[in-house]
Antibody, heavy 120, light 111 residues
Framework: QVQLVESGGGVVQPGRSLRLSCAASGFTLSRWNMHWVRQPPGKGLEWMSVISYDGGSKNYADSVKGRFTISRDNSKNTVYLQMNSLRVEDTAVYYC?????????????WGQGTLVTVSS | NFMLTQPHSVSESPGKTVTISCTGSSGSIASNYVQWYQQRPGSAPTTVIYENNQRPSGVPDRFSGSIDSSSNSASLTISGLKTEDEADYYCQSYHSSNQGVFGTGTKVTVL
């Protein structure tokens, strides 16, 4: 069965960096576009970033463009989110999600999320 | 920036019908597919509607989706409301090439 497991969250000071990982299993990762979505505590969902199946195309929300970088290693069945220059407002649960087949049709599988807390 | 606006909350009694709107701020909401997600406390979202009006397997037909171009909005209707439907619901679409956007979210309370 399809499974996505995020890791790498934790408490970090403002201005520091953190790298999140999303380990995929139960499907061939190299055939799927993948996304990151975040949710601040008690607030709504915010789309963050997408990477194409081969890593050749990437896109970001304006709020993180230039600070966050999405990448993938299909040989390791893992997608990453490198987060630099973290701000208090980046505090959130971060989910990875698989693109629904056909593209631009939402997300069909989600991980359980990993909590990032940015605080001094 | 393209935004999707939803009512903050809706409430209704069991067995009744609720409809949640999702209004686009600009452009045509019909230009891209709209999805709807259900999120219960402490859990990841799950899809209840994709491609405007398609239900994933396992989602009951009490859930339906539609698009109204005249009001530039999408709607999620839940009929025969059950206590298990109490959750937050988010619409989702796109405002450029594969750049996603979520609605503001609606809390559904079953009285």
């Amino acid at each position: 069965q399809v499974q996505l497991v995020e890791s790498g969250g934790g408490v970090v000071q403002p201005g520091r960096s953190l790298r999140l990982s999303c380990a995929a299993s139960g499907f061939t990762l190299s055939r799927w576009n993948m996304h990151w979505v975040r949710q601040p505590p008690g607030k709504g969902l915010e789309w963050m970033s997408v990477i194409s199946y081969d890593g050749g195309s990437k896109n970001y929300a304006d709020s993180v463009k230039g600070r966050f970088t999405i990448s993938r290693d299909n040989s390791k069945n893992t997608v990453y989110l490198q987060m630099n220059s973290l701000r208090v407002e980046d505090t959130a649960v971060y989910y990875c999600a698989r693109d629904r087949a056909g593209g631009m049709r939402g997300f069909d599988y989600w991980g359980q999320g990993t909590l990032v807390t940015v605080s001094s | 920036n393209f935004m999707l606006t939803q009512p903050h909350s809706v409430s209704e009694s069991p067995g009744k019908t609720v409809t949640i709107s999702c209004t686009g701020s600009s452009g045509s909401i019909a230009s891209n597919y709209v999805q709807w997600y259900q999120q219960r406390p402490g859990s990841a979202p799950t899809t209840v509607i994709y491609e405007n009006n398609q239900r994933p397997s396992g989602v009951p037909d009490r859930f339906s989706g539609s698009i109204d171009s005249s009001s530039n909005s999408a709607s999620l209707t839940i009929s025969g409301l059950k206590t298990e439907d109490e959750a937050d619901y988010y619409c989702q679409s796109y405002h450029s090439s594969n750049q996603g956007v979520f609605g503001t979210g609606t809390k559904v309370t079953v009285l």
